[in-house]
């Protein structure tokens, strides 16, 4: 019989299974997809990389990443804007009537986003899990005393950073929904695609791909794994499919699952968050910025677009939908959306926006393997139910993925450290994070 069956070829399951393989355990991992990586998933049908998932380490400091994409190789390219943050790198800002910030104004919003950050701590310091994001906000703004167009502005701010952060409305979200979202260090991109980190640890593991797991059984003998392509029997199984996925209980349990793993599965959000990537014949935008940014009301839908040449080499703008646009947008057509998109941006830079040669639209809401795109601590829910999810079940049955990790949800390197953690859980011992790329060689 098997040791243990991992669920899903995401970087938790990887990370997971490399341990234990590694710790000498027989290992299984069943992916319902084509590929490994998940969530992490480079497109380069173009002939470079397009990162339909994840593209940025948010944060090399303290990062488990950092060590290990030193240790496979892999080219970097700091561009440190990837958390929707108000500034640190230049952005071109722009206020409600079009015209770009000038220094003293983009000194006075970067002052401002700070004064209201550390108001809004303190206003939430004492709220409990019921109050949402968007009371807190207007709690927050209603003690700075700011005039209407100076209060807005944070306001919309703080509705796309909901939406992007989260994938949901500010309405939806939590106050203490992003506590833990502290960007530490740098932030990196991947010119050779994020999707070489799972590719890398899936070498010599066991996977089966194109196969889709429908029920897992759980007795005091172990578990039982029914897939579209047969059954599977372990002594554990580790589940690390999106949270999307389990709320739609696409995955059967028996016996049900107890209340301290199914309650927080209930209560935590998925939220949508997707790509928009236009190539451009060529560049429009200033030389010297990081991104283009909207402020005020004129920003809905579309406020920021993130220049991304550096990765592709031709000239190519990012930008995103989150919350409600980003499941809008999924009902759309292709042309409709960079229709869209180009109104916003020609409402900044006019008649100089050409059209695009080329572009790349996600849809990870309606994709049944996500159903979204992360987790988020939902109004009535807290960031211990992340963790409480990977309680494990009769010994049996472990939790792991993005979802778990109540430390920094939403992330990679959260998801990868949910599959050590799962795999120190079985293996009752701590096993150092060196073991993932011990024997994997860099890359060429
Ligand atoms: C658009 C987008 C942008 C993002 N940007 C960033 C970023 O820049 N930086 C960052 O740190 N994070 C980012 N994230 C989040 C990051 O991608 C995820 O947190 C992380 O990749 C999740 O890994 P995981 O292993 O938990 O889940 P996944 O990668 O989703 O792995 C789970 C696996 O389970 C498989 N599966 C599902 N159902 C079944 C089934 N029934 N049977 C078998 N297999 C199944 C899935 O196919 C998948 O491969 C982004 C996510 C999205 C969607």
């Not at 303190?122 to 109050?131: K, L, N, P, V």
Request: glycine letters at 10%.
């Amino acid at each position: 019989m098997l040791d243990t069956i991992v669920v899903g070829a995401g970087i938790a399951g990887l990370t997971a299974a490399r341990l234990l393989h590694a710790a000498g355990q027989r290992v299984v991992v069943l992916e319902a997809r084509d590929r490994v990586g998940g969530r992490m998933w480079t497109d380069r049908t173009a002939g470079f990389s397009v990162d339909r998932g994840a593209s940025w380490i948010h944060g090399l400091t303290d990062n488990p990443l950092t060590d290990i994409v030193a240790e496979l190789g892999l080219e970097t390219v700091e561009f440190t804007v990837g958390s929707f943050q108000a500034g640190g790198r230049p952005i071109a800002d722009h206020d409600e009537s079009r015209r770009r910030f000038d220094r003293a104004a983009t000194a006075q919003w970067l002052a401002d986003v700070e004064t209201a950050d550390a108001l809004f701590l303190d206003t939430i310091a004492g709220s409990g899990d019921d109050e949402s994001y968007a009371d807190a906000a207007e709690r927050t703004l209603a003690r700075t005393g700011w005039d209407a167009e100076r209060a807005d502005r944070v306001r919309v701010f703080y509705r796309h950073r909901t939406e992007e952060q989260c994938g949901a409305e500010i309405e939806q979200v939590a106050a203490h929904a992003l506590d833990e979202d502290a960007i530490d260090g740098d932030e990196v991109i991947f010119p050779g695609g994020y999707d070489a980190v799972p590719r890398a640890f899936a070498d010599g593991l066991d996977i089966r791909l194109n196969t889709t797991v429908t029920a897992v059984d759980r007795s005091a003998s172990g578990v039982r794994v029914t897939t579209d392509g047969g059954e599977f029997e372990a002594a554990r199984a580790i589940v690390t499919v999106p949270l999307g996925v389990l709320k739609a209980g696409a995955i059967a349990f028996t016996p049900a699952l107890p209340d301290t793993v199914a309650g927080p599965i209930a209560r935590l959000g998925m939220g949508a968050f997707n790509k928009v990537f236009l190539r451009f014949p060529e560049r429009f935008w200033p030389d010297d910025v990081y991104a283009i940014r909207q402020h005020g009301r004129p920003s809905l839908p579309w406020h920021s677009w993130y220049d991304v040449s550096a990765v592709s080499g031709h000239p190519m703008l990012l930008t995103f939908a989150g919350g409600d646009l980003a499941r809008a947008i999924e009902q759309q057509s292709d042309e409709e959306i960079v229709a869209s998109v180009l109104d916003a941006l020609r409402g900044i830079h006019g008649d100089a926006v050409p059209a695009p040669v080329a572009h790349w639209i996600t849809r990870w809401a309606s994709d049944p393997l996500a159903l979204g795109s992360y987790s988020y601590v939902a109004t009535g829910s807290s960031h211990a139910d992340h963790d409480a999810m990977a309680t494990p079940v009769d010994g049996a049955l472990h939790f792991a993925g993005e979802a778990t990790y109540g430390h920094e949800p939403a992330t990679v390197h959260g998801a990868l450290l949910s599959g050590h953690r799962a795999a120190e859980h079985i293996l009752g011992a701590p096993v150092p994070l060196a073991e993932l790329t011990r024997g994997l060689h860099p890359a060429g």
